[in-house]
């Protein structure tokens, strides 16, 4: 990553902001290493209401429902994020969700001093609410501050706050410092920290200039906050990006998730963004960060080994997620996304190769000590992988794939997409492993080679390329070599959806002709009802004229 515009105050912005996908990181891994004793918990406070002892599957049923109404917390939370971020502000959206983050951790602390596990879920749900909410925010703020040719690297640094995030709750869960029946409570409210750390930091930041110049139209505040950003008054080439944008965009600027769903222009961007966000989840990550310490016993090592292998990972992580830094503006996204699937999809039929063989040759020693190792090794290396791209790439591209209008319906839809391929895995990965056995790995190899030729024949490269040039090339077959040509034909498909909805059937569809066959020789700009032309250079038999747009109660 290149550090020419990475200045001290961008950097502190960026390091407030996330805070918020730290503590999703955190509540992620939380749960996890406590389940014994917030079992134990659970029987307790059973034993001292009923007067009875509780069976162990509604035990495991209860723990479930701490652990999954996390996720559905973040559905409602990724859900609404759009809205949020377009009332309030990507900015001001960050600052009001702390107050969630901040009940939702005190909830949880306060969980066995109440004696109620209900208090647990609640908590593990406004908790969820809040994660859910950052995960949509916190991209958009990033990539909406960050100079354009830094997009790309500051935007893996929403994972590496993950990974921080899933680490410091790995370590802090071992026997040692929490992971107690004392210690669990205190462990959970921890959570406090980081929604407390931001609500200090954040005021400092300035709003996204392009949420003030684009959606609020406040025009001198986002060359403030430029300034600031930049540490220069040089700051008109954004503002020209930002106004380029606008014009493109402006029909665009209130766009709801049904109008994004149902646009033809923007499905594929919205279908690349989903899939990305699937990759992600159904890569089989999850698998391996719930029940990594079991999958490493069940490969033959000690308790105590496998717990250890389990903060191997988090360690694995965030060192790769900062390897991955640099290359995101150097190496490319779709390039490293490729890499990331493609290694992963290696390494997860090893895992099933090393389960495989382990059970052939179960009555030999020395063979399954060399497989365990095998297994342990193929898992680190499937988390190398994962961390190169599907961890960083989803969050960061989606925001990149659509302009100021849809960006926030867009990346709500991305999120809830994300956060339900993340609540299936977490609940069906179980079953899924008691039916399978061995061959549990397959589905996801299986997926992972799907999005590897997705992404291949769908996906293009969004280095270094401004939001309208990426735009621009979703209308013209990815042609990377015309990108001054796509971005006039990018304004005049805007103008044309401005009129969707506007205009009868007929017209728009005469207006959508218009675009998608424009004359060999000529570009044919339509905004409202003007038209220009470039002549050609042979005099040939003009267009039929465009009919005039008719708006609905303006008498024209």
């Known amino acids: 990553m290149s550090c020419d515009g990475l200045t001290l105050f961008l950097s502190y912005a960026i390091l407030a902001a996330v805070l918020g996908m730290l503590q999703f990181g955190y509540n992620t891994g939380v749960i996890n290493a406590p389940e014994v004793n917030i079992e134990n918990f659970m029987k307790d406070v ?48 960050l600052l009001l969700n702390n107050v969630l983050g901040i009940v939702g951790a005190c909830l949880m602390g306060f969980t066995k001093l109440a004696e109620s596990y209900e208090m647990l879920f609640f908590g593990r749900f406004i908790i969820g609410v809040n994660c859910g909410l950052n995960t949509s925010l916190v991209p958009m703020y990033i990539s909406e501050i960050a100079p354009l040719n830094l997009r790309g690297g500051l935007g893996t640094v929403n994972q590496l706050a993950v990974t921080v995030g899933l680490l410091v709750s790995q370590v802090l869960g071992i026997e040692q410092i929490l992971g107690t029946n004392e210690g669990w409570p205190v462990l959970l409210g921890l959570a406090i920290c980081p929604a407390i750390l931001q609500l200090l930091l954040l005021p400092v930041c300035p709003e996204s200039p392009r949420y003030l110049l684009i959606t609020k139209q406040w025009e001198e505040e986002a060359r403030k906050a430029l300034r600031r950003l930049r540490a220069s008054n040089q700051v008109e080439e954004d503002i020209e990006e930002m106004r380029a944008e606008e014009r493109a965009q402006q029909a665009e600027s209130t766009i709801s998730m049904t109008e994004l769903i149902c646009s033809p222009t923007l499905r594929a961007p919205l279908v690349i963004g989903v899939v990305m966000q699937l990759s992600q989840q159904l890569s089989g990550i999850n698998a391996v960060f719930y029940y990594s310490t079991n999958l490493f016993t069940s490969s033959g090592l000690t308790d105590e080994s496998a717990k250890f292998a389990t903060i191997g990972i988090g360690a694995i992580m965030v060192c790769m997620t900062l390897v991955s830094i640099p290359l995101m503006d150097r190496t490319g996204r779709r390039t490293l996304h490729l890499y990331g699937l493609g290694g992963m999809f290696i390494f997860s039929i090893f895992i099933t190769i090393s389960f495989l063989i382990k059970e052939f040759f179960g009555y030999v020693q020395e063979m399954i000590d060399w497989m365990s190792y095998i297994s342990v090794v193929s898992t680190l290396c499937f988390v190398v992988f994962f961390a190169v791209g599907p961890g960083s790439i989803p969050w960061m591209i989606t925001a990149e794939l659509f302009s100021q209008g849809p960006r926030p319906a867009a990346m709500s839809i991305a999120v809830l997409v994300n956060w339900m391929a993340n609540f299936l895995v977490g609940i069906g990965f179980p079953s899924m492993k008691s039916s399978l056995e061995n061959y549990t790995f397959l589905p996801f190899s299986a997926f992972l080679a799907i999005f590897w030729i997705f992404t291949y024949k769908k996906v293009p490269e969004t280095k270094n390329k401004t939001f309208e040039e990426i735009l621009a090339l979703f209308r013209h077959g990815n042609d990377r070599s015309s990108l001054r040509d796509s971005r006039l034909y990018g304004s005049m498909l805007n103008c044309v959806n401005a009129l969707e909805g506007h205009i009868p059937p007929a017209e728009s569809a005469a207006l959508m002709v218009a675009e998608e066959k424009p004359h060999p020789d000529s570009f044919v700009f339509a905004a409202g009802s003007e038209r220009s032309s470039v002549a050609p250079a042979q005099p040939e038999r003009p267009p039929p004229p465009l009919p005039p747009p008719r708006f609905p109660n303006s008498g024209v």
């Open 46 to 93: 059973y034993k001292d209401r009923y007067g009875e002892d509780i069976s162990d599957d509604s035990v495991k049923t209860l723990y479930s429902v701490a652990v999954s109404i996390f996720a559905i917390g973040g559905m409602v939370g990724g859900f609404s994020g759009g809205t949020i971020a377009n009332r309030f502000g990507r900015k001001g959206g």
